[in-house]
């Protein structure tokens, strides 16, 4: 029997039977900032209007009103992030591409060792979440995203475009269900994302063994710049086909995408712009629906709840083979290492980050920093 059919022969065999609340002087805030953008949003949905003196003035006092609250949120909550710049992320034209390197970073900053990078980064997290007075719950949202491991007792949030696929293929190894001579590899796209890998939503674990669980095994994250992310995304399910996947993007996003944005669908989901993408996935007033909520665009502080689990390791894409490396020895798991699978079908966004982030206009700009805000804050990422 080959090995791919071996592999699946075993596993087939086994029997396997958030929402977000701010403090109400937060919310407050950002209630003026969210009524500024429906300004923006009604003023830009409407290019055949004439360009009035009273337009003018609501979008720019719109865009003032935002950046005053955004100050306001970070200079009165304590939270420590001095490169927090709004306006110069916004209208510079031709911005570096990020580095995204440690150095770079006020919150990690420092010539530290990766256990002390680690606590660093776990008391940003925790220092944020109280000084916002955010609370989240565990809900099946969150728990689905959970990997189990018993054997190493790890338990893993996994997020979509940030090496996924390649940490699922390593679960395989670690929980037991692949042996460590054969080779993950071989499992296809669909049976790495299909049933076999444990997470805390299963029904085989009673409520008080889920939380036995999260208060005793070991947590952790990995990390990856919003913007990044997002343009990973779009080149994998919308720029490109994605043959391998059941769920049809073009036709459940990109359709939607143009139905939403255009107002009509004119090329059949095959050719959504990157703009046009963000101002779908960013929606003014709150509501998304199910393809807006799909788990490969929506914030990490949604599918990961940071406020509500307290991860004791937050791994960064930006560093992924160190950081890979660290956190296996870390579970106890060293010998897989040098073995981490390589992504296969690897996109490469950092690079791209200039030239798709000048495709995007100030409203635009705008409208990500409003949704993915807290990616950005309690993950110390900079919006340069």
Known sequence: MRQPEKIMARLNARNRPSKLKLGKWV??????ALHAFAIIYTFLAKPQRPTSSRWVKAMVWS????????????????????????????????SEANSLTEED?????????????????????????SALNLTQALDHSVLKHILVDTKHKALMCFVPKVACTSWKRMWFWL???????????ALTRPQVHGPFLSTLASFKFSDERKQEM?????????????LDRLISAYKDKLENVDEESNFDFHKHVGQEVERMVRGRVTGQGHNVTFSEFITWVTPPNGTWTFAQKNEHWLPMTELCAPCAVQYDVIGRYEHLQKD???????LGAGQFAERFPQADRPYHATSLHKEYLQRLSMPEKLRFLRTYLLDFLLFGYEMT
């Not at 919150?107 to 925790?126: A, K």
């Not at 692949?178 to 080779?183: A, N, R, S």
């Open 27 to 32: 919310k407050s805030l950002f209630r003026v």
């Open 63 to 94: 865009f003032i009103l935002f950046v005053a609250t955004t100050y306001t949120v970070l200079t009165t909550s304590g939270i420590t992030y001095n490169s927090f710049n709004v306006l110069r992320w916004v209208i510079r034209e031709d």
């Open 105 to 129: 970073s006020s919150v990690y900053t420092g010539n530290l060792t990766w256990q002390q990078m680690q606590e660093t980064r776990v008391q940003h997290v925790s220092q944020v979440c």
């Open 175 to 185: 929980s037991g269900l692949v042996e460590e001579d054969e080779d993950v590899m």
């Open 214 to 226: 999260l208060r005793t095994y070991k947590k952790f994250i990995f990390t990856r710049h919003p």
């Open 324 to 330: 890979v490396n660290q956190t296996l020895h870390w």
